[in-house]
C-alpha cells in the first residue's frame, strides 16, 4: 500500500469520529491520558469535550531521518497532570498503533503509577495498523496494510525556524 496523507481537515474529522465512537459505547471514565507527541491534539480535543482532566505521558520510539525509524521504547520518569492523583477508569489516547508497543509499554506503566489501583484503562487511537501486537479499544480506521502514515503536524518536522521566518517575512 502506498503512503497514506493526511490533511488537517481529514485529521480533525477522525478526531471527531473517535470522540462520537466513545460516547456512542457509553463508556463512563474520569481521566484522559495522551501518549506525546502523537495523542497531544487528540487528548487536548478530547479533553476539551468530554470536561474530563488531561495527563500527559511523554514517550519516544522513533528517530532517523524523517523520525521514521522505530527504536527502543522511552517513557518519561513522570506524569504531567493537574492534582495529586490520576482519575479512575482511563483512557489512553494515542495517534495510531504501529507496532502496539507503545500502547502495551504506557497501559502497564500507568497500572504501576503511584501504587494506585487502576479500575479500568481502555485505549483510543485513530489508526490501527495490523501489525500492532494490540487492538485498541476504540479506532477510527484499520489499516491492514500497514502504510507509513503523514500527518499534517510534520509538516514541522521537516523545517526549520529559520526556513519558516524566510517563509513568514516573504508572505507577511
Known sequence: MPDLYVSWTEYYQKIDNLAVQIYQSQWQFNQIVCLAKGGLRIGDILCRIYG?????????????????????????????MIGSSLGNPILLVDDL??????????????QKYN????????????WYKSCSVVKPDYYVEYLEDNPWIHQPFEYYEQITIEELAKDFNHYH
Open 52 to 80: 474530563k482532566p488531561l495527563a500527559i505521558l511523554s514517550t519516544a520510539s522513533y528517530g532517523g531521518k524523517n523520525y521514521q525509524t522505530r527504536g527502543k521504547i522511552q517513557i518519561s520518569e513522570h506524569l504531567a
Open 97 to 110: 498503533v504501529d507496532s502496539g508497543i507503545s500502547l502495551q509499554e504506557a497501559t502497564q506503566w500507568l
Open 115 to 126: 501504587n494506585q489501583a487502576i479500575l479500568e484503562i481502555r485505549s483510543a487511537v485513530l
